[in-house]
């Protein structure tokens, strides 16, 4: 038992030593990013899309100038209810979120599709269940800008960076 304690705070005290100045091969900075100030965000109706589209428009540093590339989308929304009580009430909802995003520039372009889903629960009160679905909205536009986001910078497509 005393052995391998010794076995393992010598195998520690390598590692330790062995990670010391050690460097990655390759690093990246957020701030040396391809694609911004490359793209315009066009707006996007509802309360989903005002957020979603406030969202993207800080990531891309979108300040509201004429850009090359022109990302234009088009946001459907669902519900779908369920967990019943009881009393036969509807307990929770989801919202549903599917997003057709088309990147142009010139003659070239790229179609994508995202869908993301949240769920809030209902209950009596009727403030409660406007702030629990606002609060819903919001966190669905920020899984939709964060796909969106993630689908670009890993495009891959020369014509973009």
Not at 43 to 70: A, C, H, M, W
Not at 79 to 84: I, K
Not at 133 to 161: C, D, F, G, M, P
């Amino acid at each position: 038992m005393l052995y391998c304690k010794k076995q393992y705070i010598l195998l520690s005290i390598f590692l330790i030593i062995a990670s010391c100045n050690s460097v990655p091969l390759y690093t990246t900075k957020l701030s040396k990013n391809l694609i911004n100030d490359k793209i315009t965000v066009e707006e996007i109706n509802g309360e989903v899309g005002f957020y979603l589209s406030q969202k993207l428009r800080l990531s891309l540093n979108d300040t509201g100038n004429k850009k090359p590339i022109k990302l234009s989308t088009k946001l459907t929304l669902t519900n779908n209810e369920y967990g019943l009580s009881s009393s036969n009430q509807v307990t929770r909802k989801d919202l549903i979120g599917t997003i057709n995003c088309k990147l142009i520039k010139n003659d070239h372009e790229h179609n994508f599709i995202i869908t993301e889903r949240v769920s809030f629960d209902i209950n009596q009160s009727n403030v409660a269940n406007k702030a629990a679905e606002q609060n819903a909205k919001k966190r669905l536009s920020t899984l939709l800008s964060k796909r969106i986001l993630t689908e670009l910078y890993h495009s891959n497509l020369a014509w973009v960076k």
